[in-house]
């Protein structure tokens, strides 16, 4: 029996704070076709494929005891496992990336992984209740941010250098974009993980649909951001929204954006992997802290490892190993335990 | 638990503490040690050494400024600057800085690479506009025994930033320059700076290039015809002659424009260019005719027509069709174009909207 439970109105939160970071902040270290019309439609795309496999997970929650199945299926939960690792350790390491290549330059990465590792452990062992108070104390202030970042690029912009391509695109490329960018999001996993903690379970889909369109209209308002700003130099950006923030200059006074971008960044970070670590937590199900610390420890030094060595995590990040968890999870997963718990039932009957 | 907590804390108001460059884990700077920079000035001598120039703000009592040079050489413009830090024993800090000075030499042979360094360090902006000067950048920039030359940088940047609200000149940004590398929109323009005998800093028009290198330079009238292309013309103020009198000027002030290029292709390459403007302008300078007689009116507009066709096929005659510069971007509709025999055809429909706060002129 769980006791910390959390509202439908949080969970949206929680996944909203994962878009947030996932495809605004740490953007430009996904190889996105940005560059050409193929965006738009991959967005769209995008946002339709993670409805229909988020499908399953809500049919299957409208009759509760199936989603303990899930929770009590071993094979998905070390795949589960080895997923959040994953994730965990791409998302720390793009933190410490970009906070060594932009705000801190001169810091010691040593100086900025500790402390969010060990404030995000801790927020995690108080509980999923605790990170979601947290998130939705802090979505009003991210959501501002995000629309200052936006509208002030948009007002700022020079539409006369816009490139002729901005809206050719193709299909096929368009869906493999969509495909790509979706294996780069965790929000399928984090929505059945967090599934049974949900206080109210009525018309969850629905609600998911509606944040499934406001999603999508914030990804199509950053990459718009992004086009007017630099047009096809974005794929010589490293970081494209902190260099929309810098690059915000509205009259003589109204520039440098970047603490507004910095605060944003530690917040939704910290959130996101306090939230990996309390997920990876419950996939481990294990009642003793010490095991999880312990485990947390590896964690933080493979962090350290692959931030010291880029190229290696460029090439760990972008390999067909975590591609392939990441499609098994979004894709196969909902639908194999469809099969799994209609299975059951025939064998019951 | 607790207690760990207080150690940890005690911990980061040690390690935390404000400036000091020994620190093993905040390597920041003193304030002192500091050089804050207001423009930079780069050129390369022939040896293919880099010499970098910078304006350095030095704050005085009562809220005044000097400026001082600081410069050094180096093999890159990272090397020069590390240079810099190690001459005069200051960090320069480059994200207040104001303008990026080229020299001549440097834009003639290339300015793609020279304006890496700006795009990576994390100190330096993109919005930084960007100027080319006649000459070298030690003359133009760092003339130490002339007082007015100390300020050079900053003024050309005064120059470009007023001027840009009257439309006198185009400014280009590093982040500009980097989207038509990116994009092959068009050639580049870049305003071009002179130091007169009285040595005050001076627009005198603009470096023209074709690809990333400078090939011409061109009056600042003579650009004109280019900005009525990229609608960048709106607060511009254009003299035409009085269609009754060919002694009398008339002063008029562009309110706003729009162009659209229209290409036409055939069999795959750009034969002809169909370029439609509409624009809107005001008198603000009328010494002999009643702004408000339509008769008047429409021969005014017409001549007006007639000044921006003859401004626009001048560019094109010399810069696109003489030197093969695709300075009107037209490139981005077949990027084989022979631009040497492209066809233009101009279409401009002018209206004079009003005559500012006089209705009549004064006899």
């Not at chain 1, 947390?296 to 880029?310: E, N």
């Not at chain 2, 002192?32 to 910078?54: D, F, H, L, P």
């Given at each position: 029996?769980?006791?910390?439970?959390?509202?439908?109105?949080?969970?949206?939160?929680?996944?909203?704070?994962?878009?947030?970071?996932?495809?605004?902040?740490?953007?430009?270290?996904?190889?996105?076709?940005?560059?050409?019309?193929?965006?738009?439609?991959?967005?769209?795309?995008?946002?339709?494929?993670?409805?229909?496999?988020?499908?399953?997970?809500?049919?299957?929650?409208?009759?509760?005891?199936?989603?303990?199945?899930?929770?009590?299926?071993?094979?998905?939960?070390?795949?589960?496992?080895?997923?959040?690792?994953?994730?965990?350790?791409?998302?720390?390491?793009?933190?410490?990336?970009?906070?060594?290549?932009?705000?801190?330059?001169?810091?010691?990465?040593?100086?900025?992984?500790?402390?969010?590792?060990?404030?995000?452990?801790?927020?995690?062992?108080?509980?999923?209740?605790?990170?979601?108070?947290?998130?939705?104390?802090?979505?009003?202030?991210?959501?501002?941010?995000?629309?200052?970042?936006?509208?002030?690029?948009?007002?700022?912009?020079?539409?006369?250098?816009?490139?002729?391509?901005?809206?050719?695109?193709?299909?096929?490329?368009?869906?493999?974009?969509?495909?790509?960018?979706?294996?780069?999001?965790?929000?399928?996993?984090?929505?059945?993980?967090?599934?049974?903690?949900?206080?109210?379970?009525?018309?969850?889909?629905?609600?998911?649909?509606?944040?499934?369109?406001?999603?999508?209209?914030?990804?199509?308002?950053?990459?718009?951001?992004?086009?007017?700003?630099?047009?096809?130099?974005?794929?010589?950006?490293?970081?494209?929204?902190?260099?929309?923030?810098?690059?915000?200059?509205?009259?003589?006074?109204?520039?440098?954006?970047?603490?507004?971008?910095?605060?944003?960044?530690?917040?939704?970070?910290?959130?996101?992997?306090?939230?990996?670590?309390?997920?990876?937590?419950?996939?481990?199900?294990?009642?003793?802290?010490?095991?999880?610390?312990?485990?947390?420890?590896?964690?933080?030094?493979?962090?350290?490892?692959?931030?010291?060595?880029?190229?290696?995590?460029?090439?760990?990040?972008?390999?067909?190993?975590?591609?392939?968890?990441?499609?098994?999870?979004?894709?196969?997963?909902?639908?194999?335990?469809?099969?799994?718990?209609?299975?059951?039932?025939?064998?019951?009957? | 638990?607790?207690?760990?907590?207080?150690?940890?804390?005690?911990?980061?108001?040690?390690?935390?503490?404000?400036?000091?460059?020994?620190?093993?884990?905040?390597?920041?700077y003193?304030?002192?040690k500091m050089a804050?920079?207001?423009?930079?000035?780069?050129?390369?001598?022939?040896?293919?050494?880099?010499?970098v120039?910078m304006?350095?703000?030095?704050?005085?009592?009562?809220?005044?400024?000097?400026?001082?040079?600081m410069?050094a050489?180096?093999?890159?413009?990272?090397e020069a600057v590390k240079n810099i830090s190690l001459k005069y024993n200051k960090q320069p800090y480059?994200?207040?800085?104001?303008?990026?000075?080229?020299?001549?030499?440097?834009?003639?042979?290339?300015?793609?690479?020279?304006?890496?360094?700006?795009?990576?360090?994390?100190?330096?902006?993109?919005?930084?506009?960007?100027?080319?000067?006649?000459?070298?950048?030690?003359?133009?920039?760092?003339?130490?025994?002339?007082?007015?030359?100390?300020?050079?940088?900053?003024?050309?940047?005064?120059?470009?930033?007023?001027?840009?609200?009257?439309?006198?000149?185009?400014?280009?940004?590093?982040?500009?320059?980097?989207?038509?590398?990116?994009?092959?929109?068009?050639?580049?323009?870049?305003?071009?700076?002179?130091?007169?005998?009285?040595?005050?800093?001076?627009?005198?028009?603009?470096?023209?290039?074709?690809?990333?290198?400078?090939?011409?330079?061109?009056?600042?009238?003579?650009?004109?015809?280019?900005?009525?292309?990229?609608?960048?013309?709106?607060?511009?103020?254009?003299?035409?002659?009085?269609?009754?009198?060919?002694?009398?000027?008339?002063?008029?002030?562009?309110?706003?424009?729009?162009?659209?290029?229209?290409?036409?292709?055939?069999?795959?390459?750009?034969?002809?260019?169909?370029?439609?403007?509409?624009?809107?302008?005001?008198?603000?300078?009328?010494?002999?005719?009643?702004?408000?007689?339509?008769?008047?009116?429409?021969?005014?507009?017409?001549?007006?027509?007639?000044?921006?066709?003859?401004?626009?096929?001048?560019?094109?005659?010399?810069?696109?069709?003489?030197?093969?510069?695709?300075?009107?971007?037209?490139?981005?509709?077949?990027?084989?174009?022979?631009?040497?025999?492209?066809?233009?055809?101009?279409?401009?429909?002018?209206?004079?909207?009003?005559?500012?706060?006089?209705?009549?002129?004064?006899?």
């Amino acid at each position: 029996m769980i006791n910390n439970k959390i509202s439908s109105i949080q969970l949206f939160i929680i996944l909203f704070i994962c878009r947030i970071i996932s495809f605004a902040i740490n953007m430009p270290q996904n190889k996105y076709p940005i560059y050409s019309g193929n965006i738009w439609l991959s967005v769209v795309i995008k946002s339709i494929l993670s409805f229909i496999v988020i499908m399953p997970y809500v049919i299957i929650f409208s009759k509760q005891k199936y989603i303990d199945n899930i929770q009590k299926n071993n094979a998905l939960n070390f795949i589960l496992f080895i997923y959040l690792m994953l994730k965990l350790i791409i998302t720390s390491v793009q933190f410490s990336n970009l906070a060594g290549d932009t705000v801190l330059p001169r810091m010691s990465i040593l100086f900025i992984i500790i402390p969010i590792c060990i404030f995000t452990l801790y927020a995690s062992i108080k509980g999923i209740e605790t990170i979601a108070r947290m998130a939705q104390f802090l979505i009003p202030f991210m959501i501002f941010g995000v629309l200052i970042i936006i509208i002030l690029s948009y007002i700022n912009a020079d539409y006369s250098t816009l490139p002729d391509d901005a809206m050719k695109f193709t299909f096929k490329e368009s869906f493999f974009g969509a495909c790509y960018m979706l294996s780069n999001n965790y929000e399928a996993a984090v929505f059945l993980l967090l599934l049974p903690y949900l206080k109210d379970n009525k018309k969850i889909g629905i609600k998911y649909l509606k944040f499934n369109i406001v999603s999508c209209i914030f990804d199509i308002s950053v990459i718009g951001a992004m086009f007017v700003t630099f047009g096809k130099y974005i794929v010589n950006v490293s970081y494209p929204f902190f260099s929309i923030a810098r690059n915000i200059k509205i009259t003589k006074f109204f520039e440098r954006l970047e603490s507004i971008y910095l605060a944003l960044w530690i917040l939704g970070t910290f959130v996101v992997i306090a939230l990996m670590y309390y997920l990876l937590k419950n996939t481990l199900k294990v009642k003793s802290n010490k095991i999880y610390i312990f485990l947390s420890g590896v964690l933080i030094a493979l962090t350290l490892y692959f931030t010291f060595s880029k190229s290696i995590f460029a090439a760990f990040s972008q390999s067909l190993f975590v591609f392939s968890i990441s499609i098994i999870i979004i894709f196969a997963a909902p639908f194999l335990s469809m099969i799994q718990i209609h299975e059951r039932r025939n064998n019951k009957k | 638990m607790k207690k760990t907590l207080c150690i940890l804390v005690s911990m980061f108001c040690i390690t935390m503490q404000g400036c000091s460059h020994n620190n093993i884990l905040l390597q920041s700077y003193d304030i002192k040690k500091m050089a804050v920079i207001s423009g930079i000035g780069i050129e390369q001598t022939q040896s293919g050494m880099y010499n970098v120039y910078m304006q350095v703000y030095v704050p005085k009592e009562q809220d005044n400024m000097d400026i001082n040079i600081m410069y050094a050489s180096g093999r890159s413009i990272a090397e020069a600057v590390k240079n810099i830090s190690l001459k005069y024993n200051k960090q320069p800090y480059l994200s207040h800085n104001k303008i990026l000075i080229l020299s001549e030499d440097i834009a003639k042979m290339g300015i793609k690479r020279h304006l890496d360094y700006i795009g990576r360090d994390i100190e330096m902006r993109e919005s930084v506009p960007v100027a080319v000067c006649k000459g070298n950048v030690k003359n133009f920039i760092a003339a130490e025994n002339e007082e007015t030359a100390k300020y050079s940088g900053k003024k050309a940047n005064d120059i470009i930033d007023v001027s840009n609200f009257n439309s006198g000149v185009y400014s280009v940004s590093v982040l500009d320059i980097y989207k038509n590398f990116s994009d092959d929109s068009a050639d580049l323009i870049l305003p071009y700076l002179i130091r007169e005998k009285n040595d005050e800093v001076e627009i005198e028009g603009y470096a023209v290039f074709r690809g990333e290198k400078m090939i011409d330079s061109a009056s600042l009238n003579e650009m004109q015809g280019v900005f009525w292309i990229k609608n960048k013309i709106a607060g511009n103020v254009e003299v035409i002659g009085n269609p009754n009198n060919i002694n009398e000027n008339i002063s008029v002030k562009i309110k706003n424009s729009h162009c659209t290029a229209v290409p036409e292709i055939i069999n795959g390459s750009l034969k002809k260019v169909d370029i439609n403007i509409k624009t809107e302008f005001n008198v603000v300078e009328s010494g002999c005719i009643d702004p408000l007689d339509n008769n008047q009116v429409r021969q005014i507009e017409e001549k007006f027509n007639k000044k921006i066709k003859k401004r626009i096929l001048f560019v094109a005659d010399k810069y696109m069709k003489n030197k093969d510069t695709d300075i009107f971007g037209f490139k981005k509709f077949d990027k084989n174009a022979d631009l040497k025999n492209l066809k233009l055809n101009i279409n401009i429909r002018s209206n004079l909207s009003g005559s500012g706060l006089l209705k009549n002129n004064v006899e």
